[in-house]
């Protein structure tokens, strides 16, 4: 059950876009998105509720298909500092409060 | 300052011993979690707990245990049943339906 992160790794010029795709077999309540930095704590970016909705945060902003169970987070004109591993966390449809995390994508921004 | 704080950061533990890994959160969350990482795993749900007095096993609970005698605190304990215990445990806490606030870590390695 737990949900497929793709790709695996990415590795992108400073201002160029990136997408990390996540998908789940089971009816979703909602999707996590956190970014973590090499040897540091995970930290969270958003969270996107059953109802199909978009949020952003600066240029960093995600959609979730409740119909396909699948999130896509957009890295739009990427920083330096957007380097690392984002992490989708999914909450099944019964809200059960168990996150479940897909296993990552590495980023990482050439100058 | 509201956080999450994680103790020790770095534990060294014997074959057969039990260790107990400490978290305290003052952020007046219900939720706390606790999650395994190793490399290229992403991270693996050990226990979670929704309210005081109760907890669930996530899954990977096998060889650990937890308690919840306080909403500020949830110690998990890796017990000598832990066949391969050395990893990066990270602790989290949320109030329900929002996104999680990740402590700093513990990193345990067994000698």
């Known amino acids: 059950q737990q949900p497929v992160q793709s790709p695996q790794a990415v590795i992108l010029r400073e201002g160029e876009d990136a997408v990390i795709n996540c998908s789940s077999s089971k009816a979703l309540y909602s999707v996590h998105w956190y970014r973590q930095k090499h040897g540091e704590a995970p930290v969270f970016l958003m969270i996107l509720l059953k109802g199909g909705e978009q949020k952003g945060h600066d240029k960093i902003s995600a959609s979730f298909n409740e119909k396909k169970q699948q999130s896509s987070l957009y890295l739009t004109a990427s920083q330096l500092s957007y380097s690392g591993t984002y992490f989708c966390g999914t909450e099944r449809i019964n809200r059960d409060d168990k996150i479940i995390f897909g296993k990552g994508t590495r980023l990482h921004i050439l100058p | 300052d509201g956080g999450i704080t994680q103790s020790p950061k770095y534990l060294f533990r014997k074959e057969g011993q039990n260790v107990t890994l400490s978290c305290e959160q003052n952020l007046n969350h219900d939720a706390m979690y606790w999650y395994r990482q190793d490399p290229g795993q992403g991270l693996r749900l050990i226990y979670y707990s929704q309210i005081v007095n109760d907890f669930q096993k996530g899954d990977i609970a096998e060889g650990y245990s937890v308690s919840r005698e306080k909403k500020e605190s949830f110690p998990l304990t890796v017990t000598s049943a832990q066949k391969n215990p050395t990893a990066f445990y990270l602790c989290?806490?949320?109030?329900?339906?929002?996104?999680?606030?990740f402590g700093p870590g513990t990193r345990l390695t067994v000698l």
């Open positions: 989290a806490s949320s109030m329900r339906g929002a996104g999680q606030f």
